[in-house]
């Protein structure tokens, strides 16, 4: 597709559990970002990859949470442990990216993450 | 800190009022600015971006604002429709690589 798919969209876990949430980026895209939307709350910055540069980790809530990106491609976020404030809508964005300058982001349509 | 402050926080209007949504950003330091809109249970769907050096961005009945020494972005709809009922998010590209967002505008336009 054109967009910027993730999956699951909808993923329920018990407490304690680990979980996996993919993303697709826009096919060209070099950076790529994700998000955190909790109930009533605003988007909270987790993580953002552009090409082969370190990751810039400074959103990350605890180092129960990491995230990789294989190929410069694909990304997955990892959740380790889950807890219930984890519960949330995680989102994915991509972008054209280069140093200094900042392209339009377009984001998938989240994974909706529910601890129990 | 860059912070991000979105007002009102909701908004009703009739069908064909003209509105403005506001956005300010405490760090005038910022590489572009980016409205957003989000409907109920769905992901963001991108309607103007403005770089820095820019002063203004158009896209049909949407005409976005930006001054960057008072750290204040508008959203200006015009002639609203039902259909433009959502919540609008605007979000800062500062320094490195993070992006921050505002709380976000939950509008309701009445038929």
């Known amino acids: 597709g054109a967009g910027v798919s993730q999956s699951p969209s909808n993923k329920v876990t018990e407490k304690g559990k680990d979980v996996e949430l993919r993303c697709d980026p826009i096919?060209?895209?070099?950076?790529l970002y994700w998000y955190r939307q909790s109930l009533g709350q605003g988007l909270e910055f987790l993580i953002y990859f552009q090409g082969n540069s370190a990751p810039d980790k400074s959103g990350l809530p605890s180092d129960r949470f990491s995230a990789e990106r294989t190929g410069g491609s694909v990304s997955t976020l990892t959740i380790q442990r889950t807890q219930q404030e984890d519960s949330a809508v995680y989102l994915c964005?991509?972008?054209?990216?280069?140093?200094?300058?900042?392209?339009?982001?377009?984001f998938g349509p989240g994974t909706r993450l529910t601890v129990l | 800190k860059q912070e991000v402050t979105q007002i009102p926080a909701a908004l009703s209007v009739p069908e064909g009022e003209n509105l403005v949504l506001n956005c300010s950003f405490t760090?005038?330091?910022?590489?572009?600015l980016q409205w957003f809109r989000q409907d109920p249970g769905k992901g963001l769907t991108s309607l103007l971006l403005i770089q820095s050096s820019q002063r203004e961005q158009t896209s049909g009945r949407l005409n976005a604002s930006l001054d960057k020494s008072s750290g204040r972005s508008t959203l200006y709809i015009a002639a609203s429709q039902p259909g433009d009922s959502a919540t609008y998010l605007c979000?800062?590209?500062?320094?490195?690589?993070?992006?921050?967002f505002g709380a976000g505008t939950r509008l309701f336009v009445k038929a």
């Open positions: 760090d005038s330091a910022i590489y572009n």
């Open positions: 964005a991509s972008s054209f990216g280069l140093a200094g300058v900042g392209y339009e982001q377009f």
């Open positions: 979000a800062v590209r500062a320094g490195g690589f993070k992006t921050i």
């Open positions: 096919s060209g895209h070099t950076a």
